[in-house]
């Protein structure tokens, strides 16, 4: 039986979709049998950072709501082996999903899937509470700015609120000039219960954006400390 791993963050451009397209590439890339699922329903862009936009046909939304099955809705990516996708819908939910319909599709999917990785809503709406639905365990992405860690902080004590007690963290977007010469918080400005679960960090790197507006997961493009860097955080995920 595989695991649901939701991805969160306190509010938007922290990298959240970027780091679950990346961790899942890295994560198949280790063997494993991945499906990345796109929960930002009517903001979806995760099909985008894997360049797969094309191939959408059905999306999760279709999946819940009976439209079609679970495998018409899921893209294979041949780029990678053991990876695939399923796409949010394009338009806003209409109140109808609930968190058991993701249960019953986390379910499903992990029967099959080594991981299930959530692309969740950013923030602490609805969209947040349905994601989890079906979360074995929530990784946090965050960045070295003071808004980011206190949004970081109310959104640990909403998941939990809703149960949620696997809570693991990884900051992003991390320079290590700025935080040295103190223009941008340091570890020591996060909460020790925040900081005695980062299970990795992420470089600022332009490269980064590059990869996602060419639809390539920067992982894949050579042998650079940026994939050291998610090599090192699926390793850590794997032991979880």
Not at 60 to 81: E, H, M, T, Y
Request: aromatic share 6%.
């Amino acid at each position: 039986m595989g695991k649901t791993i939701v991805i969160a963050s306190g509010k938007g451009g922290t990298g959240k979709t970027m780091f679950s397209a990346n961790l899942g590439v890295t994560l198949a890339g280790n063997g494993h049998k991945v499906v990345l699922v796109d929960m930002d329903t009517g903001l979806r862009n995760l099909d985008l950072y894997l360049g797969l936009e094309n191939n959408v046909v059905y999306d999760v939304s279709d999946v819940l709501n009976g439209v079609c099955r679970i495998k018409q809705a899921l893209i294979k990516d041949k780029r990678f082996p053991g990876m695939f996708f399923m796409a949010a819908s394009p338009k806003p939910d209409d109140g109808e999903i609930t968190p058991l319909h993701v249960k019953v599709l986390c379910d499903k999917l992990r029967a099959v899937f080594d991981y299930v990785i959530i692309d969740a809503p950013a923030g602490l709406d609805d969209g947040l509470a349905i994601a989890l639905g079906g979360a074995d365990e929530v990784l946090l992405v965050i960045t070295p700015e003071f808004s980011s860690i206190r949004d970081c902080e109310t959104v640990t004590q909403t998941l939990a609120g809703y149960g949620i007690k696997d809570i693991h963290y990884v900051l992003n977007k991390v320079n290590v000039k700025l935080m040295k010469s103190g223009l941008a918080p340091s570890l020591r400005d996060f909460p020790k219960e925040i900081t005695g679960r980062i299970i990795g960090m992420v470089q600022f790197d332009e490269n980064i954006h590059i990869s996602t507006n060419m639809g390539v997961p920067v992982v894949s493009m050579g042998d650079t400390y940026i994939r050291k860097n998610f090599r090192a955080i699926a390793a850590r995920v794997e032991e979880l």
